[in-house]
């Protein structure tokens, strides 16, 4: 199948209906769906922004436009810890365990203990494994000490493989992996790693990743590294969030960043042995640029403007734009056009990085050691941040009462629609998504 470019100021001549001669442009202005006109909000100068956020762009576009502004100011950047969507999985559930069980398994601060080894059903060579047997393995203060010289934090979403929406936009600090893995001497005939967590005590209940041990040793230049992960958002890992100790892995769906991490094997067997890859999902899918709504009134009142919010998981592809259309809600789909390339796509508001970044961080501001500012200058490398998101907001008005389909998508920095390149399930949620709307008059 084609890519979907985007094609948003592209003449339409496909009819609404088969019984109407006018376009479909035509007729969604006949029925009075209007743009509020604002294509991005201008980024403040003292930002890093790519050249096309900067570029004919209104600086005045929020303060004239109350109603924006007020859904705007409901937005809040990363999700406070304790918000964070839980998997729960085990029997008993996991998350669920009680505080004071928690030592005794090894999941407080106080008892935790990483153990480091190879493969013993391979070859690889590891010349100071870190075991519990050898009173070796990596402690709660060991790595404290190991951060005070190492420690890093990033901004990264954390979204599962086939969830409709990210489970929540944090800040990660943690040492990265390479440093306590040089530590244990490893040698020949070493090619991949592999992690698990607590898991009851039951092998039928681990839940495991792998990483090509590459990944972990080196990253090119701007990319973030696989971190020994023990704070979000400034504040030690509750246990819910997979405290004390967490695996995280940027760049890919949150499978790959095991939570109560405990022992970590180094083999020379080449194949993944990930949980998730044997319950039929494409572990190795990069996160993907896509579009969500967050907030769209049920109802709307005819000939008056109504704002709407989302946001815009940055992935791979990067992100150019935010769209949005509005559709009769009882207009039969196309079969030749499945992904709504010919509709009448309207840009939405980019924001900008905002102000305040989260209640859970002092006074709202970005930690220095943050690797996603510039050392020299002491802003953003970018924005949007690769594997991030984005808020965006549009504001619109219907003239015919009716019920309405209001959908959004990305472009991306090649210029391809969502859902494209990567419509295919199991490799990351990414389906334009849809909202209903009810005009009265």
């Known amino acids: 199948m084609a890519e979907l470019k985007d094609n948003s100021r592209k003449r339409i001549s496909k009819p609404l209906k088969d019984n109407e001669g006018i376009s479909r442009r035509e007729a969604l202005k006949t029925i009075g769906v209007m743009s509020a006109g604002i294509s991005f909000l201008k980024i403040p100068e003292n930002e890093i922004c790519p050249p096309a956020f900067n570029a004919g762009l209104r600086p005045d576009a929020l303060r004239q436009d109350p109603i924006l502004a007020e859904a705007i100011s ?12 839980v998997q729960r999985r085990g029997n008993p559930v996991l998350p669920e365990l009680p505080e004071e069980l928690l030592p005794s398994i090894g999941l407080s601060q106080e008892t935790w203990r990483l153990e480091i080894i190879s493969d013993p059903e391979s070859d690889s ?5 870190f075991t519990i047997e050898n009173n070796n393995a990596l402690t709660w203060s060991g790595l404290m000490k190991m951060a005070e010289k190492h420690a890093v934090s990033y901004l990264h979403v954390l979204s599962c493989t086939n969830a409709p929406k990210p489970y929540g936009m944090g800040l990660w600090e943690g040492v990265p992996l390479r440093e306590v893995l040089w530590q244990t001497k490893p040698g020949r005939n070493i090619r991949r790693i592999r992690f698990s967590g607590y898991h009851n005590n039951d092998p039928k209940q681990i839940f495991q990743s792998s990483l090509p041990i590459n990944r972990v040793l080196e990253e090119i230049p701007g990319e973030l590294p696989v971190i020994l992960a023990y704070k979000l958002n400034g504040q030690y890992f509750s246990h819910a969030n997979g405290g004390p100790v967490r695996l995280f892995v940027p760049g890919f769906y949150g499978n790959r960043s095991i939570k109560w991490l405990q022992k970590i094997v180094l083999t020379n067997n080449h194949q993944a042995n990930d949980t998730y890859a044997d319950w039929n999902n494409d572990v190795e899918s990069p996160v993907k640029t896509c579009a969500k709504f967050i907030k769209v009134p049920a109802e709307v009142r005819t000939k008056q403007m109504f704002a709407f919010t989302g946001m815009a998981q940055v992935g791979l592809l990067g992100l150019s734009k935010v769209q949005y259309c509005i559709m009769p ?8 056009d499945p992904y709504l390339a010919l509709a009448d796509w309207r840009d939405a508001m980019i924001l900008p990085p905002p102000a305040n970044w989260g209640s859970d961080l002092p006074g709202g501001k970005l930690p220095g050691n943050l690797m996603q500012i510039d050392s020299k200058t002491g802003k ?26 209001l959908r959004c998508r990305t472009i991306d920095a090649n210029g391809t629609a969502q859902p494209m390149p990567r419509p295919f399930g199991r490799s990351g949620v990414n389906a334009i998504e849809a909202a209903k709307i009810t005009a009265n008059s």
């Open 74 to 85: 409901q937005l809040e950047y990363l999700t406070p810890a304790k918000k964070f969507i």
């Open 125 to 129: 060579e590891l010349g100071n494994p």
């Open 329 to 336: 809600a009882d207009e039969p789909p196309d079969a030749n």
């Open 380 to 405: 953003l490398v970018s924005w949007p941040l690769p594997n991030t998101i984005v808020h965006w907001a549009a504001s619109a008005k219907i003239d015919i009462p009716g019920k309405y389909d």
